[in-house]
């Protein structure tokens, strides 16, 4: 029997329908063989990082156990973003889902393609103010500060706005944290 290991995803999209579009990637994400998604942070609508001349992204986190490597899992959020039409041709630029393997256990992992905790995950609110509500006591690996301290940390000039957006699909029994 495999591992069951719980990570956390962040998920954002900022094109078509964004409320949709994560629906989408969060019952496609829970209908995968050896991924169960637990539990979702609110909605949040936060300005572009990096490339600014964009649409505001609507970004959540998912709490998901799993029984897939941090490869396996990375593979299958590629395809899952491939059929939601995610194209990659500006750096942060604008996408119909974006899917982040934020943590995965306590494991921290530096690999070419893939890297746990996620890189830049620590001077993001739109990362750790939706991660703070599922795991902010968690400790993030590499550091000995755990994800609420990281969020209180952020500096003020990043807008985020919380959003009273539901994303529950149906059929899908989640514990929905507010």
Do not use: C
Request: net charge neutral; aromatic share 6%; no cysteine.
């Amino acid at each position: 029997m495999s591992r069951i290991v719980t990570a956390y995803l962040g998920l954002g999209a900022n094109l078509g329908d964004r409320q949709s579009q994560l629906r989408q990637a969060i019952e496609r994400l829970n209908q995968t063989p050896g991924i169960r998604v637990t539990r979702l942070s609110s909605v949040y609508e936060t300005a572009p990082v990096g490339y600014l001349d964009q649409p505001n992204f609507y970004n959540l986190v998912a709490e998901v156990k799993t029984t897939l490597t941090p490869n396996a899992l990375l593979s299958v959020i590629l395809q899952i973003e491939q059929k939601l039409h995610r194209v990659r041709e500006v750096r942060w630029g604008p996408r119909t889902i974006d899917i982040d393997i934020l943590l995965y256990g306590d494991r921290a992992i530096e690999q070419d393609e893939l890297q746990i905790p996620h890189p830049r995950m620590k001077e993001r609110a739109f990362v750790l103010v939706p991660l703070s509500e599922l795991a902010g006591n968690k400790i993030i690996p590499g550091t000995d500060q755990t994800v609420e301290q990281w969020a209180g940390a952020l500096t003020p000039d990043q807008q985020i706005r919380r959003l009273d957006l539901l994303l529950y699909p149906e059929g899908l029994s989640l514990e929905l944290n507010r």
